[in-house]
């Protein structure tokens, strides 16, 4: 850009695509080739992916480049690596731009903390609750040494997203090594960057949290938790599919979910930041706030010795 209103490449709502032939980078319309003005010109220089695409359709040219109303599709498989980049002043002849994610990447583990205990989660079996939809994205201009950066805000009609997290079966046991992840390596759920706070399973039920004016966040996790060892106790959830097929063995757990990184106060969906959550399997709630897997705890005291006499025996 040279102006707001007068770019010295593409228009003020849409780029000129730039495309890698596999060797190289040029432009994907040769007709649409642009030169440097001359060897002394400062230009200014904005870069975004996907080009044009129904998930970024483009942008508008005010204080920068804003997206305005992006929307995060609800199908994982739709979401697209929302990026974007900015390179100040520069001159002829090469413009190095590093792309950076406009986006915060989720992705979780398991393990099971209980003691000779096993959880089985369903495929596809966790859902993020409360998660918001649509917001606009503005990479303004900066000044050096300033880096520049990409600015979230929720839009006013945005809505509670639930996001299906794509997922293989999996059981989980004590005596597993390491944590399972959750997420294959070449799946990813992109979110749009947002603080929100927690469900609290003291205050409200998960029916109470969804509505419209309650947006705390929470994961639903459909899975079946039992013993072991034999004889199997199966605690939630049952060993066997009902009659028809419906997976009654499965049943949910809710698990409070926040922006922050617990137990710290930092904010963490931020873009570029690629988060990964561990379930740690051993409690959890039920969607009116009671516990899962509560344990029989006891409180002990001993009294003290009782002296009694006894008597005289005779010799």
């Given amino acids: 850009f040279n102006s ?125 609750c409360n998660i918001m939809n649509k917001g606009t994205a503005t990479v303004a201009p900066v000044t050096a040494p300033a880096t520049p950066a990409v600015a979230w805000a929720t839009a006013a009609d945005a809505t509670a997203q639930q996001i299906i997290v794509p997922s293989a079966a999996v059981t989980i046991e004590n005596a597993t090594v390491k944590d399972v992840s959750l997420i294959a390596a070449d799946q990813a759920v992109m979110l749009m960057p947002q603080t929100f706070a927690a469900w609290d399973p003291q205050t409200g039920t998960i029916t109470a ?57 930092d904010q963490i969906w931020k873009a570029n930041n690629n988060i990964t959550y561990t379930l740690n399997f051993g409690g959890g709630y039920a969607d009116d706030g009671t516990p899962i897997l509560n344990p029989t705890l006891f409180t002990t005291t001993v009294k003290e010795w009782t002296k009694t006499d006894g008597g005289i025996l005779p010799m």
């Fill in 4 to 128: 707001a209103t007068d770019p010295y490449m593409g228009t003020t709502s849409v780029g000129v695509q730039i495309k890698h032939d596999g060797k190289e980078w040029g432009y994907a319309d040769p007709t649409k080739t642009c030169y440097w003005p001359d060897a002394t010109t400062d230009l200014v220089f904005y870069g975004y992916t996907p080009f044009a695409s129904a998930v970024v359709p483009g942008f508008t040219k005010a204080g920068g480049m804003v997206f305005t109303n992006y929307v995060v599709p609800t199908d994982v498989a739709a979401q697209k690596d929302f990026m974007w980049a900015y390179t100040s002043t520069k001159k002829a002849p090469n413009v190095a731009m590093a792309f950076n994610h406009a986006l915060v990447r989720v992705n979780f583990k398991a393990k099971m903390v209980t003691p000779n205990m096993k959880v089985d989660i369903e495929a596809n079996g966790i859902t993020i």
């Fill in 209 to 265: 949290v969804t509505a419209p004016e309650n947006k705390n966040g929470y994961l639903k996790v459909m899975c079946k938790i039992y013993s072991a060892t034999a004889p199997v106790t199966y605690y939630h959830g049952t060993a066997t599919e009902s009659v028809g097929g419906a997976k009654d063995d499965y049943k949910p757990i809710y698990i409070p979910l926040s922006s922050i990184k617990l137990p710290s106060t």
